[in-house]
């Protein structure tokens, strides 16, 4: 062979070989890697019977990580010592579950995965992977279906679980505060229905829990609960339905503190309404009080003149459902100064009054120091209401479109509580034009009454609502622009307001039901809107 030949040969090769290279580096890469990882084997196997060890090795194909196993990992029946699951932070080709609880005898157990296992490179879930064994010689496969939904919200909360508890002879209904359940799950955070699996034969009361500690017990100040009405029979094809809510908390009174001169705090839990405060000790005969509402916190105030030369005071908080007795230790301290404040401020809604709020308590109020002008100058009349437990005199007067409204308030129109007066105060609101409003009329169609219709925002805030006792086309005027959903609520009480369920009590939640509107409210636009509502 010729050198000639031999450079051109020798030439092609190294051609060949950066063309081979380069096809390799190119920047596509070949498909995205989206098959989920493989079990290839389990020991012991999965749906094993008569299992007495310890621990448990899955293995797959490719190594896998574990993402949000707290959350993810349903073990029914729950384990009153959580096992150890491995990998942690890492990446493995095994998952090892190492049990430290001693397991129920002839009991069937599930790990269910939900969406934690998942491929190391490309995080490709093992969707809902399942390890199932009984500590007894046959695996229970009875289920039980259904779905939540929320007493309230047009979508319940995810991550809630739904339980069943053994309806023998140790049950009583105090067992979702105090016990672990029987077989629970996880609706995750995709799904509102729920499926339990690896049931046994039995009767059972049937919960949904939004656990906010995970303890797998209710707590009613922090959790959500529902329940179905009746324990349910296991075998069962019925689909139940689970209304979750959050119950009135139980009233109790906290440690009452004095928080300034001659002002007292008196914190709860639950309703203040039905609460009294009554002073034991002995005062002086010119002894005065009285008793506001803290607009943020769950804390009613006792106010009382004169300054007594106490080391304590002792009061009686009574409740229907609560007494007890507390000393207040009592020292010198500042009182609190009159200071008032007004609102609304910018603009104002035709229907709305003008409120003025006193950081203590108003003893007397003099209107004839109070004047409203329009933008006009022109005096308008007005009338007041008290509210002693919020302290807030409300003005209400009527408005017209496009218009400014300016409010004086004269020195010692208001003598608060300890004979302070106020200073001279000046506020201004205005109102819109009647066309920056939608108008939105409801035709109700096989309402039961009475009802309140509420326009909420998509977080379910009430922006308006209305109050009806007879079938007749429902309006609400002067609505701002925007989009609004509709909840209505079946107001079986009549009491005008929504009233929550009690578990104890085996009550449910009034029923509510919701509506998305076919159209955004528009400024200067009427809607006509039916709601058909379904019988029950």
């Not at 105090?178 to 996880?186: A, C, D, V």
């Not at 529902?226 to 979750?244: A, C, E, N």
């Not at 129109?413 to 109102?431: C, E, I, M, Q, R």
């Not at 209505?488 to 009034?510: A, C, H, R, W």
Request: with cysteine.
């Amino acid at each position: 062979m010729n050198k000639t030949l031999s450079n051109f040969i020798l030439a092609a090769i190294i051609g060949a070989v950066f063309i081979n290279c380069a096809n390799r580096g190119t920047p596509d890469g070949g498909p995205k890697d989206e098959t989920p990882p493989e079990i290839i084997k389990s020991e012991p196997e999965n749906y094993s019977i008569n299992f007495n060890g310890d621990e448990i090795k899955i293995t797959f194909n490719e190594f896998v990580k574990l993402k949000d196993i707290q959350k993810q990992l349903i073990i029914s029946p729950p384990m009153v010592t959580q096992p150890e699951i491995r990998p942690i932070g890492g990446a493995s080709r095994e998952i090892t579950i190492k049990i430290y609880d001693t397991l129920q005898p002839n009991t069937t157990y599930a790990f269910n995965f939900g969406n934690s296992i998942q491929d190391n490179n490309e995080g490709n879930p093992y969707s809902y992977y399942r390890y199932v064994f009984s500590t007894g010689d046959y695996i229970d496969s009875l289920t039980v279906k259904g779905n939540i939904v929320d007493a309230t919200k047009r979508q319940p909360e995810t991550f809630v679980s739904v339980a069943l508890y053994e309806v023998d002879s140790t049950f009583s209904d105090s067992i979702v505060y105090k016990e672990r359940p029987k077989y629970i799950t996880n609706t995750l955070d995709s799904l509102t229905t729920f499926t339990i699996e690896n049931v046994k034969e039995g009767k059972y009361l049937l919960v949904a829990l939004k656990d906010g500690n995970g303890d797998n017990k209710f707590q009613q100040k922090t959790d959500q609960i529902g329940f179905y009405k009746t324990p349910i029979d296991v075998p069962t094809d019925s689909i139940y339905t689970l209304k979750l809510f959050n119950e009135d908390l139980d009233f109790k009174a906290v440690r009452p503190r004095l928080i300034s001169g001659e002002k007292i705090a008196f914190g709860y839990e639950g309703d203040y309404k039905d609460m009294n405060i009554e002073l034991l000790s002995d005062v002086s005969e010119d002894f005065s009080y009285r008793i506001t509402k803290d607009k943020e916190t769950d804390s009613l105030y006792y106010w009382y003149t004169p300054r007594q030369e106490v080391d304590s005071l002792i009061f009686k908080v009574t409740h229907p459902t609560f007494e007890k007795d507390f000393t207040v230790r009592i020292s010198e301290q500042k009182r609190d100064s009159l200071t008032i404040n007004v609102s609304p401020s910018g603009s104002i809604g035709y229907e709305d009054p003008i409120e003025i709020f006193g950081n203590t308590p108003f003893n007397n109020f003099d209107a004839s120091k109070v004047t409203i002008l329009d933008k006009d100058s022109t005096v308008v009349t007005f009338t007041s209401k008290f509210d002693s437990i919020t302290n807030i005199y409300a003005l209400d007067f009527d408005k017209t479109e496009e218009n400014k409204y300016n409010i004086q308030i004269l020195p010692e129109a208001f003598t608060g509580f300890f004979d302070v007066k106020n200073d001279t105060l000046n506020h201004s609101v205005n109102t819109k034009k009647l066309s920056d409003f939608g108008y939105i009329r409801f035709n109700l169609v096989n309402a039961v009454y009475p009802i309140i219709v509420q326009l909420t925002d998509a977080k379910g805030e009430v922006k308006e609502e209305r109050y009806a006792t007879e079938n007749k086309p429902l309006d609400f005027l002067n609505v701002s622009p925007g989009k609004y959903f509709v909840r209505v609520i079946f107001d079986s009480n009549e009491n005008k307001k929504y009233d929550t369920g009690n578990y104890l009590k085996k009550t449910q939640p009034e029923r509510v039901s919701h509506f998305e509107m076919t159209e955004e409210v528009r400024a200067d636009w009427g809607l006509i809107e039916t709601l058909q509502f379904i019988q029950e």
